[in-house]
């Protein structure tokens, strides 16, 4: 598992006009190929009359699985256009078709490439990307006495709260990345005089939005 990635948020879309072809950009975050596969033909099935359905997609920790498709247009002038701004903007896990209804005007090979490239960095920016970062979920239990103390603490430091448990005990569990778990558990010591119990749970992927 990568300690973070960036992808999109979710489903996202957008529309612009070059030389009165319509260009809808659909964005959507997908994790196999069967998924981008799926979102692609939902396009395509809602656009049939349009004249060109393009799309590509880039999955895998590794971008393993890389496809772009022309359909229709010039080789190469739209597919691969579409997922050199992926490879760009650095996205993962993400699949964008582009509509284009022909508005009478013939772009070029240069101007595909151009308007096929944009509209895929003016979907995704409306969609919006986000990063995300693997975290360990850290569980530390405490007695009540400790938890006004802990609660401020937490807040107002690098490490995000998931949630707060008010059992026997209180049990907080906390977001911490996997670098800084050790560091952590010697801070809840510290601020508790020992009196605590801090043991690693699950690891996951934490969203933040990426401002890049």
Known sequence: MLPSYLTVKGYGENEMIIDKSRFIAYVSRAETEEEAQEFIQTIKKEHWNATHNCSAYLI???DEIQKANDDGEPSGTAGVPILEVL???KLKDTVVVVTRYFGGIKLGAGGLIRAYGKATSEGINATGIVERKLMKVMHTNIDYTWLGKLENELRSSIYNVKEIHYL???EIETY??????DAF???MVELTN???IVREGERLY???MFEG
């Open 60 to 62: 895998g920790e590794h």
């Open 87 to 89: 490879k760009k903007r």
């Open 168 to 170: 026997d005990a209180v």
């Open 176 to 181: 911490v990345e996997e670098s800084q778990t």
């Open 185 to 187: 558990k010697a801070w």
């Open 194 to 196: 020992g009196q605590c």
């Open 206 to 208: 934490l969203e933040e």
